[in-house]
């Protein structure tokens, strides 16, 4: 199975702060990454597909980028309602393998 | 809007089954992937399996000989079956659908905690 590594586990950031989380897969996966918000006790929540393709509804604030092995979410101004947990998925292959999560805490 | 809930016990005895039923509203099932993901307390994701509408299915390996995923159009309803479960197995579980064309999961159901405890 394909192992994606995310770093940093977790980060303090303030309001307005630009964020970026890293998300490395063990082997090349082409664009197919996923990323997702997931809130305490709430479902995952899909922000962008394909590595850089925005979900419809989701700020314009969130921006995915990269291909192959690495790639990147960025949150460009960090709001109060962005604090959560962040996941990378692979879309590539079989089985489909998630992340370990960085969780965005608040400074 | 499409709206998916979970329903099942949320007790399991260790080495009985865990089944699980998702109920698909405001939407088809029609023409769609249907998917089974778990989460351990304050743990990842872990993908468990898709169903197509049409019965199809795919499972991850590593669950494979314990997992059946079904469905039923006529309920607009989907369902887990987990055989031979252990404390393992305990973990939020979530139904969700598979955006079209792309092996990502765009709606999802609240969760439901299945214990597995004797």
């Known amino acids: 199975a394909i192992q994606l590594t995310q770093s940093p586990s977790s980060l303090s950031a303030s309001v307005g702060d630009r964020v970026t989380i890293t998300c490395r897969a063990s082997?090349?996966?082409?664009?197919?990454l996923a990323w997702y918000q997931q809130k305490s006790g709430k479902p995952p929540k899909l922000l962008i597909y394909?590595?850089?393709s925005l979900e419809d509804g989701v700020p314009s604030r969130f921006s995915g980028s990269g291909s192959g092995t690495d790639f990147t979410l960025t949150i460009s101004s960090l709001q109060p309602e962005d604090f959560a947990t962040y996941y990378c998925?692979?879309?590539?292959?079989?089985?489909?393998?998630f992340g370990g999560g960085t969780k965005v805490e608040i400074k | 809007q499409v709206q998916l809930q979970e329903s099942g016990p949320g007790l399991v005895k260790p080495s009985e089954t865990l089944s699980l039923t998702c109920t698909v509203s405001?939407?088809?099932?029609?023409?769609?992937?249907w998917s089974w993901i778990r989460q351990p307390p304050g743990r990842g994701l872990e993908w468990i399996g898709y169903?197509?509408?049409?019965?199809?299915?795919s499972y991850n390996p590593s669950l494979k000989s314990r997992v059946t995923v079904s469905v039923d159009t006529s309920k607009n309803q989907f369902s887990l079956r987990l055989i031979s479960v252990t404390a393992a197995d305990t973990a939020v579980y979530y139904c969700?659908?598979?955006?079209?064309?792309?092996?990502?999961?765009?709606?999802w159901g609240q969760g439901t905690l299945v214990t597995v405890s004797s």
């Open positions: 969700a659908r598979r955006r079209r064309g792309y092996e990502n999961f765009d709606y």
């Open positions: 405001g939407g088809s099932i029609n023409n769609y992937f």
């Open positions: 169903i197509y509408y049409s019965g199809s299915t």
């Open positions: 082997q090349g996966i082409s664009s197919a």
């Open positions: 394909d590595a850089s």
């Open positions: 998925q692979q879309a590539n292959t079989i089985p489909l393998t």
